[in-house]
């Protein structure tokens, strides 16, 4: 998941189709919060469908409506966290409890892909996406997520969470900034790498996802609609569209994952990471599709 991008095509400036928006759409509202890279699927299926980078701006817009989900999904939680978090800062006792430290938790996460986001927000919007990255970041990553899954010791809870916990998928939260490591794969390995159970990984990465894809798809928007470069433009009701779309697919996609982790091991998507990797690499090297 590409994020803090301001523009980002290879074709010439003109609207999308409404049929690339529907479909780019539905991939977003898919694979938002699976392990699974949603913007290597969506630059995938614009090379593969229609010819036509829809441009990493229209990419992180996209998540908003996934990221509205979230907010609803979690509205309880964020709203309780927030609360300790302000109180907190003015009641020492609140500061023992542990929404508040939760709440500094998601601000530490989300400070690495800011950072990097903006310090290569051009490369993230260009070379990042081309498709011979792509593909070998499913692989690689997929191959992450699978030594994590196997010695990662998955005993600790959301409870358990530290500073530490913070720091390590904060960073490989900022290795999303790629297309092809997936936002949520990156975050989920790091946390079953640090002992955190499916269930506890998978949550706080949604969690710490709010803040970094809300304030790239805002900082995106001007761009999507009126790109300054070569990318591909969305009509303000393509965007309206698209944000209904990926809000209830996400919604729906948030409460199976969430279930399907404390049942299901992480294998079932390194494999199908390694699958679509191998199939991208080999239409790659026939000719089929096009790297840039």
């Known amino acids: 998941m590409t994020t803090f991008v301001a523009q980002a095509a290879t074709v010439a400036p003109e609207h999308m189709s409404w049929l690339q928006v529907v479909v780019l759409s ?10 699974i890279s949603s913007s290597g699927h969506m630059r995938l299926a614009d090379e593969l469908l229609f010819n ?3 441009g990493a701006s229209f990419t992180a817009v996209s998540q908003l409506g996934t990221e509205a989900a979230v907010l609803l999904f979690f509205a309880k939680d964020i709203f309780r966290v927030a609360r300790a978090w302000f109180r907190g800062l003015v009641d020492k006792e609140v ?3 542990f929404d508040y430290k939760l709440g500094w938790y998601i601000i530490i996460a989300s400070i690495p892909i800011g950072v990097l986001g903006f310090m290569f927000k051009d490369e993230v919007r260009t070379g990042a996406r081309n498709l011979w990255i792509i593909a070998s970041m499913f692989i690689f990553a ?4 699978a030594a ?5 010791r998955k005993t600790r809870p959301m409870t358990e969470l530290k500073g530490r916990d ?3 998928m904060g960073i490989a939260q900022a290795g999303a900034l790629i297309p092809g490591v997936s936002r949520s794969g990156g975050t989920i390995t790091a946390g079953l790498a640090m002992g ?3 269930y506890a990984a998978a949550r706080f990465s949604f969690l710490i996802a709010i803040p970094a894809v809300v304030a790239s798809g805002l900082f995106s928007l001007p761009d999507a609609i009126n ?3 070569t990318g591909l433009s969305a009509t303000g009701m393509q965007l309206i569209v698209t944000t209904i779309i990926t809000f209830v697919i996400g919604y729906a996609c948030i409460a199976w994952f969430l279930k399907f982790v404390q049942v299901y091991s992480m294998y079932w998507f390194v494999g199908y990471r390694l699958v679509v990797g191998a199939l991208m690499l080999g239409l790659l090297s026939a000719g089929v599709i096009s790297a840039t």
């Open 26 to 35: 539905v991939i977003q509202g898919l694979t938002e919060f699976l392990p």
């Open 52 to 54: 036509a980078d829809a």
């Open 95 to 97: 500061r023992k409890e």
């Open 142 to 145: 997929g191959l992450l997520l």
């Open 148 to 152: 994590a899954e196997y010695w990662g």
């Open 166 to 168: 913070a720091v390590v």
């Open 196 to 198: 955190l159970d499916r």
């Open 227 to 229: 790109p300054t470069g």
